[in-house]
C-alpha cells in the first residue's frame, strides 16, 4: 500500500465531515429520493438499471428502524409516479437487527409485501459476519413468503459461503455474491486476494449452476472476465444473471459490460445518514482521493 493511501486510510475518520462529503460525492445519489430518481433516470440513459438505497445502519432504537421502514415505504409509494422500477436494497441492521431479529424481520416483511405489490425487488444486504446467520433467517422467512420479491447477499470472504452458496442454490435463492467490505477475523475470513477472487467464482459456479439468479457485484476486472468466462461455459442466457456495481465506480468498466449486452444494475445510494457509507468506500480506495482532487482541479467528476 502506497504511503498516500495509508495516510488517508488512517485519518480518515479524523476528517471533518464536508471533506468526507466531498471526496465522497461520487458514491452517493444525494439527500432526496428526488435526488435518486434523477441518478436512475442518467443511468438508465446509459442502459444500466438500477437498486436505490435510503442510507442507514446500526440503529439502536425501536423508533429509528420505524422510521427507516416507513421511509422505505413511503419511497416505494412514490416509485410508481416516478417511472423507476421498483429495486431497492436495504440493510438488517437499519430495520433493526441489533434490537430483536423478529423486529427487524417484521419491518422487513413490511417492505417487502409492499414491493411485492408493486412488482418488485427487496435486496437484503449482508453485513458484518455476526450477523450472518440472523440475515440469512430473515431472508428465509420472508423469501418462503413473497417467492421471487427478495434476495440476498454472500460474500466470497467468508469462509462459510461456498457452502451457503450450496444451501441457496439449493434453494434457487436470488443471490448478490460480493467479496464482502467488512474487516472479519482469519478464523472467519480469508484475507489473501487471491483466494478471495478464486472462493468468489467457485460461489459463482455453484450458484449459476443450482439455478439461482446471481448479481454479480464487483468491480475487480478479472473477476468480470472470469465471471463471463462461468456464464459462458454453462450456457447461460443473459436473463440468468445480471453484473452489479456501486454509483461512482469504474463507469468506464460499466460502460465496457452494458456494451457487452449484458445486464448491469448500479447500486444508487441516497439520504442524509451517508457518513458511514462514504468513509467504508473511501477506505476501499483512497486512490479515489488523490481522483477527487484531480477532477476538483478540472472542474468535473465523471461518476
Ligand atoms: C452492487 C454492490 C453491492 C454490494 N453489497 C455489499 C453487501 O451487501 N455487503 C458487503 O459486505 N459488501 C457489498 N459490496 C462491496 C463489495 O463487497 C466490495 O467491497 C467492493 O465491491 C469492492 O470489491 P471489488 O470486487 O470491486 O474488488 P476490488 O479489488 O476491491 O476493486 C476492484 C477495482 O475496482 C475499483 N474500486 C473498488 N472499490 C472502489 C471504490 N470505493 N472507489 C473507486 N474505485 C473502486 C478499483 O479500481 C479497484 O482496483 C457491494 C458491492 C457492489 C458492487
New binding site residues.
Given amino acids: 500500500m502506497s504511503l498516500f493511501n495509508a495516510f488517508v486510510r488512517t485519518t480518515l475518520p479524523l476528517a471533518p465531515r464536508p471533506i468526507i462529503r466531498f471526496f465522497a460525492r461520487r458514491?452517493v445519489a444525494g439527500t432526496t429520493f428526488e435526488q435518486a430518481v434523477a441518478t436512475v433516470r442518467r443511468l438508465a440513459g446509459q442502459g444500466c438499471c438500477a437498486?436505490l438505497d435510503v442510507l442507514g445502519e446500526s440503529v439502536a432504537e425501536r423508533a429509528q428502524a420505524e422510521a427507516a421502514r416507513d421511509e422505505y415505504l413511503r419511497m416505494l409509494d412514490a416509485i410508481p409516479a416516478a417511472g423507476i422500477e421498483p429495486n431497492v436494497?436495504l440493510k438488517p441492521t437499519q430495520l433493526g437487527l441489533a434490537i430483536d431479529e423478529g423486529f427487524c424481520r417484521d419491518n422487513i416483511s413490511r417492505i417487502v409485501e409492499k414491493a411485492a405489490g408493486l412488482g418488485g425487488f427487496v435486496r437484503i444486504?449482508?453485513?458484518d459476519s455476526p450477523t450472518t446467520d440472523a440475515t440469512l433467517r430473515v431472508f428465509r422467512d420472508i423469501a418462503a413468503r413473497f417467492p421471487g420479491r427478495t434476495g440476498v447477499?454472500l460474500?466470497s470472504?467468508l469462509r462459510r459461503t461456498l457452502a451457503d452458496a450450496a444451501a441457496l442454490g439449493a434453494e434457487r435463492a436470488n443471490i448478490?455474491l460480493?467479496?464482502?467490505?467488512?474487516l472479519e477475523p482469519r478464523p472467519v475470513a480469508y484475507e489473501e486476494?487471491d483466494i478471495i477472487r478464486n472462493a468468489?467464482v467457485s460461489a459463482l459456479r455453484v450458484l449459476l449452476r443450482a439455478g439461482s439468479y446471481v448479481?454479480i457485484?464487483?468491480?475487480?476486472?478479472w473477476?468480470v472476465e472470469q465471471s463471463l468466462a462461468v456464464v459462458a461455459d454453462l450456457g447461460l442466457r443473459p436473463d440468468q444473471y445480471e453484473f452489479?456495481?456501486?454509483l461512482?465506480?469504474?463507469p468506464e468498466l460499466r460502460r465496457i459490460i452494458v456494451g457487452g449486452g449484458h445486464r448491469l444494475?448500479?447500486?444508487v445510494p441516497f439520504g442524509t445518514h451517508w457518513y458511514p457509507y462514504s468513509v467504508r468506500?473511501?477506505r476501499?480506495?483512497p486512490?479515489?482521493v488523490r481522483a477527487g482532487l484531480e477532477g476538483f482541479l478540472r472542474g468535473r467528476l465523471d461518476t
Fill in positions: 458514491y437498486t436494497s444486504d449482508m453485513e447477499v460474500q470472504r448478490r460480493c467479496k464482502g467490505i467488512y486476494r468468489f448479481g457485484a464487483t468491480h475487480d476486472e473477476l452489479q456495481m456501486l461512482g465506480v469504474d444494475r448500479v447500486y468506500r473511501l476501499e480506495n486512490t479515489i
